[in-house]
């Protein structure tokens, strides 16, 4: 859900690519990650609404499914980002956590604040806060979602950030990414089971912490696949991904197999950001991108607005269509108003 896929400024642009094959700008990742933000709003906007019938709908009912996609992206960024700085011995653990926690804190702080008035006016329970302020409500330590019930990602983003901090003393050859990969995989996978779920991709409240490990390994993994990949089978893979995602994700209850077009997705979407002619590396693509945290972040309360205060302040409840554009708009501000100055203003002590 965080982090813009481009390195840092000063960082050269094969610094984090054996064969100096991606673009510095992953414009179309970028882009990719409205999509996802924008499959898990439909996902909470369905049970407000009389959804149809048919693939489309079947899609958006596994729109919880868009998080994972987030997850792998998360950990193909971050390689990208600071491969780099850890190979050439450049990686400052407290910078990288503080321009991590200054990206995703700021937000989260306000729309937990926002949460908690809401709660407090309507005497609604308002358990968790202590959780959701230190960024902990991913580990079981509430009962259920509190609040602003998606930011438990946050939680379990942060604790990826923490371990890959602290494990980048050293560029880890790819074998042993995969070596952890299948571990983590099978080890959160029991684990999952043991708490009567079908999957790891079920856990959010209840040790979602843990749900984000294999996905953001396997998205380090895909980044040193990438650079090898050739642009003709970068359009193949992305071909391929466009056409079983659908199919797949509008399975009754998608598993595993789900993650295939994702991955095939990102791969193709770092190898084509170079490509001009595609439209998620148009200007408008990438903006929504860079506003895709806002949008995941809002748009419980956006939904909330529209279907429980605007009736009782006498206001015809809109479409889902409008309620989706209202949620974009809401984004941009969140984003020029409390995301991007916060980070900046954060940032300036570093």
């Known amino acids: 859900m965080t982090g813009q896929a481009s390195l840092p400024q000063g960082t050269l642009p094969g610094a984090t690519s054996p064969?100096?094959?991606?673009?510095?700008d992953l414009r179309t990742l970028t882009a990719f990650r409205f999509f996802a933000a924008f499959w898990v709003f439909l996902f909470h906007?369905?049970?407000?609404?009389?959804?149809?019938?048919?693939?489309?709908?079947?899609?958006?009912?596994n729109g919880a499914r868009g998080v994972d996609f987030f997850f792998i992206?998360?950990?193909?960024?971050?390689?990208?980002?600071?491969?780099?700085?850890?190979?050439?011995?450049?990686?400052?653990?407290?910078?990288?956590?503080?321009?991590?926690?200054?990206?995703?804190?700021?937000?989260?702080?306000?729309?937990?604040?926002?949460?908690?008035?809401?709660?407090?006016?309507?005497?609604?329970r308002h358990d968790g806060?202590?959780?959701?302020?230190?960024?902990?409500?991913?580990?079981?330590?509430?009962?259920?979602?509190?609040?602003?019930?998606?930011?438990w990602t946050i939680s379990a983003e942060m604790f990826a950030y923490l371990l890959f901090g602290l494990l980048a003393v050293r560029r880890y050859p790819?074998?042993?990414?995969?070596?952890?990969?299948?571990?983590?995989?099978?080890?959160?996978?029991?684990?999952a089971l043991s708490l009567g779920k079908t999957a790891f991709l079920h856990l959010t409240w209840d040790f979602g912490a843990l749900r984000?490990?294999?996905?953001?390994?396997?998205?380090?993994?895909?980044?040193?696949?990438?650079?090898?990949?050739?642009?003709?089978?970068?359009?193949?893979?992305g071909a391929v991904g466009l056409l079983t995602l659908p199919l797949l994700a509008g399975q009754l209850d998608p598993g595993y197999e789900l993650?295939?077009?994702?991955?095939?997705?990102?791969?193709?979407?770092?190898?084509l950001s170079k490509a001009s002619w595609l439209p998620t590396n148009s200007r408008v693509m990438v903006y929504l991108g860079e506003i895709s945290y806002s949008t995941y972040m809002i748009h419980v309360l956006v939904i909330k607005a529209c279907y429980d205060?605007?009736?009782?302040?006498?206001?015809?409840?809109?479409?889902?269509?409008?309620?989706?554009?209202?949620?974009?708009?809401?984004?941009?501000?969140?984003?020029?108003?409390?995301?991007?100055?916060?980070?900046?203003?954060?940032?300036?002590?570093l």
Not at 73 to 78: A, E, V
Not at 98 to 122: D, E, S, T
Not at 259 to 271: E, N, S, T
């Open 19 to 24: 064969a100096g094959a991606l673009a510095a």
């Open 45 to 61: 906007v369905r049970v407000r609404i009389e959804p149809g019938t048919g693939l489309g709908w079947d899609i958006v009912e």
């Open 73 to 124: 992206l998360s950990g193909f960024i971050i390689a990208h980002v600071y491969e780099g700085q850890i190979t050439s011995g450049r990686f400052s653990l407290r910078r990288f956590l503080w321009k991590r926690f200054a990206r995703i804190y700021p937000l989260h702080l306000a729309m937990l604040l926002i949460f908690l008035a809401l709660a407090v006016l309507g005497n609604n």
């Open 129 to 151: 806060v202590v959780a959701s302020v230190l960024m902990l409500h991913s580990w079981a330590l509430t009962e259920g979602l509190v609040l602003n019930g998606p930011s």
């Open 174 to 191: 790819t074998w042993a990414l995969l070596i952890a990969l299948a571990l983590s995989a099978v080890g959160v996978h029991l684990f």
């Open 212 to 237: 984000i490990l294999p996905l953001f390994i396997l998205g380090m993994v895909l980044r040193r696949i990438a650079p090898q990949v050739s642009m003709r089978l970068g359009l193949v893979a």
């Open 259 to 271: 993650l295939l077009p994702f991955c095939l997705l990102i791969v193709a979407g770092a190898r």
């Open 309 to 349: 205060y605007a009736p009782k302040l006498g206001l015809a409840t809109p479409g889902w269509p409008l309620v989706g554009v209202i949620v974009i708009a809401g984004s941009a501000l969140s984003y020029h108003l409390i995301e991007r100055p916060a980070r900046r203003f954060l940032n300036r002590f």
